[in-house]
Nanobody, 124 residues
């Protein structure tokens, strides 16, 4: 069982930045992927970025690459998402997920564990 806790969301004005954190605890396979997804109001959960935990390979949703960056602290079992130049369309609940290595990371249905989510609201 893996437990995930996200934090760092909030209400910000367009153009500002936020950094989200996701702390993982509990048993995992020897290697796994952690990812950020987001769910805008009234829409389906959508992929943002995934990271293979040991190797560090990164898989992005291309349109976010550049404004968003991802990093991990292996000692703290923490995944971060730095979001810069935020736009109102970034408003969503941001979720952290864990999946087995080799999973199709772009589909939230293939993830095994989820956090409770953290709300990000960007005002214009």
């Amino acid at each position: 069982q893996v437990h995930l806790v996200e934090s760092g969301g909030g209400l910000v004005q367009a153009g500002r930045s936020l950094r989200l954190s996701c702390v993982a605890s509990g048993h995992t396979d020897s290697d796994y992927a952690m990812a950020w997804f987001r769910q805008p109001p009234g829409k389906e959960r959508e992929f943002v970025v995934a990271v293979s935990w040991i190797g560090g390979s990164v898989y992005w949703l291309d349109l976010l690459k550049g404004r968003f960056t991802v990093s991990r602290d292996k000692a703290k079992n923490t995944l971060y998402l730095q979001m810069n130049n935020l736009k109102p369309e970034d408003t969503a609940v941001y979720y952290c997920g864990v999946a087995k290595i080799g999973t199709y990371y772009y589909d939230w249905r293939d993830f095994d564990y989820w956090g409770q989510g953290t709300q990000v609201t960007v005002s214009s």
